[in-house]
């Protein structure tokens, strides 16, 4: 019952760390259900980079222990708050494959929606980090 009164108290605060979080978790279990999703055209890029199974564990892993840290924060601040700041750094770097991914197909009078879309959630995570280390001053000088 505390844990999610904690939630309840937090989500605001973290909802943008939260959908990040969401996102990539859901792209995971979307590329471990669909395997063969970067069979389309102009997608072939990612299965060159790495196998979808791979795309899916990261998405899986990554957004599970960025949900997971976003569950128990506040209960365990020495836990969650690095937990959450190496979440929003790796998620960002996620995104930011996506980006490069998406520009490869783009051309000079042309631009892969994906582009945008992936680099809003890749500033979105950079600025995550930034509210985790925010949360970690006022943590340390007991605000």
């Known amino acids: 019952m505390t844990i999610f009164l904690h939630i309840r108290e937090r989500f605001p605060a973290r909802a943008l760390e939260w959908l990040c979080s969401g996102l990539i978790f859901a792209l995971g279990l979307a590329m471990l259900i669909f395997p063969a999703s970067f069979d389309r055209v102009g997608l072939e890029s990612f299965s060159q980079l790495m196998r979808p199974a791979a795309w899916a564990a990261m998405g899986v892993a990554l957004g599970g222990m960025r949900l997971s840290a976003l569950f128990i924060n506040g209960r365990d601040p020495r836990v969650s708050i690095p937990a959450r700041l190496a979440g929003a750094v790796l998620g960002a770097g996620y995104y930011g494959l996506f980006v490069g991914r998406f520009a490869e ?39």
């Open 105 to 143: 197909g783009s051309t000079s009078t042309s631009i892969a929606f994906g582009v945008v879309t992936y680099s809003a959630l890749m500033l979105a995570d950079i600025y995550n980090a930034m509210r985790v280390t925010a949360d970690r001053k006022a943590q340390r000088e007991g605000v």
